[in-house]
């Protein structure tokens, strides 16, 4: 059995035909390091799912590990306003899952996101799966057709 965001994460991947890859391992992958020692590839291979705030909104950044977002840069893409880094709860509030475990998908309610067209050069991503321990793979073009995001630079 599955812990419910893992559970969740699974769900959401089949629901949108993508393959359900979700592996889960005895150690925790919380940070894009730890997760490409443990799966032994680049780092920039590793899908950060950051979640920041804009204007009250959750905002979900799918990001290379290897990446550190400008969120003025972001920002100024968006023209919408100011993002601000979001707190634990708020992460929590708005996807059911905890900070180092965050996935782009299995939110209780669909959140808009970005997706780091850096991430394009590598065949296959690694992205968190709901909890600490739990990591999926999926190609770049399948990652953004299931989140439904909107391609951009970070930095």
């Given at each position: 059995?599955?812990?419910?965001?893992?559970?969740?994460?699974?769900?959401?991947?089949?629901a949108?035909?993508?393959?359900?890859?979700?592996?889960?391992?005895?150690?925790?992958?919380?940070?894009?390091?730890?997760?490409?020692?443990?799966?032994?590839?680049?780092?920039?291979?590793?899908?950060?799912?950051?979640?920041?705030?804009l204007?009250?909104?959750?905002?979900?950044?799918?990001?290379?590990?290897?990446?550190?977002?400008?969120?003025?840069?972001v920002?100024?893409?968006?023209?919408?306003?100011?993002?601000?880094?979001?707190?634990?709860?708020?992460?929590?509030?708005?996807?059911?899952?905890?900070?180092?475990?965050?996935?782009?998908?299995?939110?209780?309610?669909?959140?808009?996101?970005?997706?780091?067209?850096?991430?394009?050069?590598?065949?296959?991503?690694?992205?968190?799966?709901?909890?600490?321990?739990?990591?999926?793979?999926?190609?770049?073009?399948?990652?953004?057709?299931?989140?439904?995001?909107?391609?951009?630079?970070?930095?």
């Amino acid at each position: 059995m599955y812990p419910e965001p893992v559970a969740n994460v699974k769900r959401a991947l089949t629901a949108a035909g993508a393959e359900d890859t979700v592996t889960v391992f005895d150690a925790a992958v919380p940070t894009a390091a730890a997760a490409a020692a443990t799966l032994g590839c680049d780092i920039a291979g590793i899908t950060n799912s950051l979640v920041f705030e804009l204007a009250g909104a959750p905002l979900l950044i799918l990001a290379s590990g290897a990446a550190r977002v400008d969120v003025g840069k972001v920002a100024a893409g968006l023209g919408e306003g100011a993002i601000r880094r979001a707190s634990a709860d708020f992460v929590l509030a708005h996807t059911g899952q905890r900070v180092g475990g965050v996935a782009p998908v299995g939110h209780p309610e669909k959140i808009r996101t970005l997706l780091d067209s850096s991430l394009r050069q590598h065949p296959v991503l690694w992205a968190g799966a709901g909890d600490h321990n739990s990591m999926f793979s999926i190609s770049y073009d399948e990652l953004r057709r299931i989140t439904d995001a909107e391609e951009t630079t970070v930095r």
